[in-house]
């Protein structure tokens, strides 16, 4: 059996947080999620997001909006999609979906492909009354996610890793890349004791010898992982970096494509992959991508995009339950970021970390409409 | 510091930060849209329509010297009180004078689910206590920031939103009765502190993170951004 679409709805947002975000390549206030809403011809309804990151894959909200308008669009009303039975229906849609136009100065549309991606397989599975988790089944229950500090101020650090650790966080990553890294990642180790797994967050910040220097002064402070520690330009020196230090090192920026992820894998230059599903291109890819990595020994983080909405939060906790091995989670932050959430079940995590399964058909939430549109951004 | 002295420290932050908000100022000087003042209208509703239910879970764990207070204090709001109309229904008849009671019934339905999703939410807090303390500081924090503002939005509301006089009754007894009130909580949150005994860091620790980002921005202005830089 199969379906089409009969209608597609684009909604760029603008929802602001409840506090800024900040790391070394950016300062956020507000969300940029785009949304995607697909109807079948009997009025039943998908969503998906999106969101784009200029400094990962080039995409701007702008290019996400012309790629998402251009007549690629009217090509999707007219192929029979299938319905959703099996983990192969899911790669059929993403095989149908295939790659979208990258526009200038864009490396891959991958957050208007996730945006679209995602929803249509929220359809797909609403119109077979099953949910994500039924073809991804859980092996983990809860998804345990982690925290995040993004303070530059050392004292202020501290407070925020401290009230993370009173609300049961046993995970954090501190976001580095400025002078003061060593000494505030001490601080910070030194409030907490041994038992909260610490890992950084570079977010390309570093060249190889100050990674060098920095990741070398925080070996004797036990941690775990160091995420994008230099500019994708130079993931070769990556193989070198993980020579100099015994920190594992993660990649982010430099993994957008499947091929990316081949490259680093067969050099040997990371430890662990941050797999998102918006910079992925969607959940299929990310999934693949994941699994790749999985068997060859390399170890998977689930990331989220800052500001995402339940959306995207519910997809990412149905793949960090499904998958066989995850070194951490990331994102279902919902209302601790965002001044409103979209969906009627809430996504936040609670007291540990814990985020449970999502049962519910689809992804597991329901978007409400009137959120869609007092959220929309303004032109 | 004292805690109290500290969380009043605390409140004012905030309090002139929304206050000083482009967003607040352009309402008050009359250059907003009109539809900012729906809007606002409609934040209002959906804080204060339900928040007497808020209160009834204060009331089940206050400390026993602020039992009597909370108590009377959610019963003032649910209009059982001399003879008082409810807080909720003041405000509903203030918004209906306004022209606005067309929205109430929307407005009514988010405040609802507003305390559903309260409800339904995993806690973030391993304890009663501490979602207990938590949520004290926050009904403290926007009586507080009531009894001193309330005033001017009463004033930007008739002056640019087109409220009538008579309709703003919940805004001027929320200015005269809530001084009370708000001096009354912060005795609360030193006597909830005290009765269990929680250390002073640890309380201000639970007072930040009640308080984190600035919640009558949030609440009040959620359209309004709270600027970059600032740290999760």
Do not use: C
Not at chain 1, 54 to 81: C, H
Not at chain 1, 131 to 149: D, F, H, K, M, T
Not at chain 1, 172 to 201: N, S, T, Y
Not at chain 2, 31 to 58: C, K, M, N, Q
């Amino acid at each position: 059996m199969s379906f089409r679409i009969a209608r597609i709805g684009v909604h760029p947002l603008a929802i602001p947080f409840r506090e800024g975000f900040r790391h070394h390549l950016h300062d956020r206030a507000g969300s940029d999620a785009i949304v995607i809403r697909v109807e079948d011809a009997d009025g039943l309804a998908g969503h998906g997001e999106g969101l784009p990151r200029p400094y990962v894959t080039g995409e701007t909200v702008e290019s996400v909006m012309m790629t998402l308008s251009g007549s690629g669009l009217e090509r999707l009303l007219n192929l029979d999609w299938p319905d959703v039975h099996g983990v192969s229906d899911l790669e059929a849609i993403d095989a149908l979906l295939g790659d979208l136009p990258a526009g200038p100065g864009v490396r891959a549309a991958h957050a208007a492909r996730s945006a679209l991606e995602v929803a249509i397989l929220d359809l797909a599975l609403r119109r077979s009354g099953i949910s994500l988790g039924e073809i991804l089944p859980a092996v983990r229950n809860p998804v345990i996610y982690s925290g995040v500090l993004t303070s530059t101020d050392p004292s202020r650090t501290v407070e925020l890793a401290m009230q993370m650790a009173h609300l049961g966080l046993k995970d954090l990553k501190i976001k580095v890349g400025d002078d003061g890294d060593v000494a505030r990642v001490k601080a910070v180790r030194e409030a907490l004791g041994p038992d909260i797994r610490l890992r950084l967050d570079a977010n390309a910040a570093w060249n190889l010898e100050t990674a060098t220097e920095r990741l070398q002064a925080l070996e004797e402070v036990a941690i775990a992982s160091v995420e994008q520690p230099l500019p994708v330009a130079q993931d070769g020196h990556l193989p070198e970096l993980r020579r100099r230090t015994s920190i594992p090192v993660m990649v982010d920026e430099s993994v957008v494509t499947e091929d990316d992820a081949a490259r680093l894998i067969e050099t040997k230059a990371v430890d662990i992959l941050n797999v998102r599903i918006s910079k992925q291109g969607g959940l299929v890819r990310a999934r693949r991508l994941a699994l790749t990595a999985l068997q060859a020994g390399v170890g998977v983080q689930i990331g989220a995009q800052v500001g995402e909405t339940a959306i995207l939060s519910a997809a990412g906790r149905h793949l960090a339950a499904h998958l066989p091995e995850v070194f951490a989670v990331e994102g279902s932050f919902g209302t601790l970021l965002l001044n409103e959430d979209l969906t009627a079940q809430t996504i936040r995590f609670g007291h540990g970390g814990r985020g449970p399964r999502l049962t519910g058909p689809g992804l597991g939430v329901d978007v409400l409409a009137e959120r869609l549109a007092r959220w929309r951004r303004e032109s | 510091m004292n805690l109290v002295i500290r969380l009043r420290e605390r409140l004012a932050r905030d309090r002139e930060a929304f206050l000083a908000h482009p967003a607040f100022q352009a309402m008050e000087a009359g250059t907003a849209p009109s539809s900012a003042y729906v809007r606002l209208a409609g934040r209002i509703a959906r804080t204060h329509l339900h928040s007497a239910r808020f209160l009834a879970f204060l009331v089940a764990v206050s400390p026993p010297s602020a039992f009597e207070a909370l108590r009377d204090n959610m019963l003032e709001e649910l209009g059982e009180h001399e003879g008082e109309p409810s807080h909720a229904d003041m405000l509903r008849e203030g918004l209906r004078l306004a022209g606005l009671g067309p929205h109430l019934d929307t407005w009514e339905a988010e405040a609802l689910s507003d305390l559903d999703t309260r409800v339904q939410e995993p806690l973030l807090h391993g304890s009663l206590r501490d979602l207990g303390f938590s949520g004290l500081v926050e009904v403290v924090a926007f009586e507080d920031f009531l009894a001193r503002t309330t005033g001017r939005f009463a004033a930007l509301l008739e002056a640019h939103g087109g409220w009538p006089p008579d309709a703003l009754g919940w805004f001027h007894h929320h200015s005269e009765v809530d001084l009370q009130h708000a001096e009354e909580g912060f005795s609360h949150v030193a006597a909830f502190v005290a009765h269990h005994r929680i250390p002073d860091d640890e309380a201000w620790m639970l007072i930040d993170m009640a308080l984190r980002g600035n919640v009558f921005l949030a609440r009040y202005l959620d359209w309004a951004e709270t600027g970059a830089g600032a740290t999760v």
